[in-house]
């Protein structure tokens, strides 16, 4: 295996945020995918010229992931090629993850972790934090976890190469994607609660509005999917009436 010097590999990483720059309906990300290749791919053919043309070619192909996870598939490529492995291989590889790191990703960040930061900032805004203290909130929020979930893909993918699947299995982003939703249901259900109850922001909804919104909540997440249809009807009739007198209050 090729050693590749870090600062190539950092110079990968860093131009992994411009993966869709180039976006198009051909390729999709596949220039995007190529150009943050380019300093690793140097560093691995610099005394043959022609394989160097040749990976980079390879890597200008269709190519289609979350943004967030491509580095997996980055770093895992990398590999793939200091191994010396052939151009069928690793095209293979790139068809059998992009669709698992794309539905991932969408289901992580897209579906589960963007809203959740946002509502973090929407709290503090209700709390009474300025809004651009709630709008810094957000930003730094969102991208702790958007930079670090892209670090972590790209030394996952790395150290792993065509392994970087059980990598992923390992650390069961899917099963946090799954504990991360009753907390965000729980902050969702609390900010509409006081959308129709209060004037004066979270604070002036009171404990005893607060406590009813969290235990049905509660309630929903542990009961709710077995729940028979008059219990269903009785929930959705209740919030209604909450709602109608909220909004007439």
């Known amino acids: 295996m090729r050693a590749v010097p870090f600062l190539s590999l950092a110079?990968?990483?860093?131009r992994s945020f411009l993966i869709q720059g180039s976006w198009n309906y051909r390729s999709m990300l596949g220039c995007g995918f190529a150009f943050a290749m380019m300093p690793s791919l140097r560093a691995i053919y610099r005394d043959d010229p022609h394989a160097l043309r040749r990976a980079l070619d390879r890597h200008l192909d269709h190519f289609n992931a979350h943004p967030y996870l491509s580095g997996v598939a980055l770093g895992a490529?990398?590999?793939l090629e200091a191994e010396g492995a052939d151009d069928e291989a690793i095209r293979r590889f790139k068809v059998a993850v992009r669709g698992p790191l794309g539905g991932l990703?969408?289901?992580l960040v897209w579906a589960l972790w963007l809203p959740a930061a946002s509502l973090v900032a929407?709290?503090?805004f209700w709390l009474g934090a300025p809004g651009w203290l709630a709008a810094v909130s957000f930003l730094i929020v969102y991208n702790v976890v958007h930079v670090g979930l892209r670090a972590w893909g790209f030394r996952a993918g790395l150290a792993a190469g065509r392994g970087v699947g059980a990598k992923l299995a390992q650390a069961d982003l899917?099963?946090?994607t799954g504990r991360l939703k009753p907390g965000a249901v729980v902050v969702l259900g609390a900010l509409t609660g006081v959308l129709l109850t209060a004037d004066g922001g979270l604070a002036g909804a009171g404990p005893g509005w607060m406590l009813a919104g969290v235990g049905a909540i509660?309630?929903?997440l542990g009961f709710g999917h077995?729940?028979?249809r008059p219990a269903a009807a009785v929930t959705v009739a209740v919030t209604l009436i909450l709602g109608v007198w909220g909004m007439l209050t």
């Open 226 to 228: 077995r729940s028979w």
């Open 122 to 124: 929407l709290v503090a």
């Open 218 to 220: 509660g309630l929903g």
């Open 11 to 14: 110079r990968t990483f860093a």
């Open 77 to 79: 490529a990398i590999r």
């Open 105 to 107: 990703g969408d289901t």
């Open 174 to 176: 899917a099963g946090l």
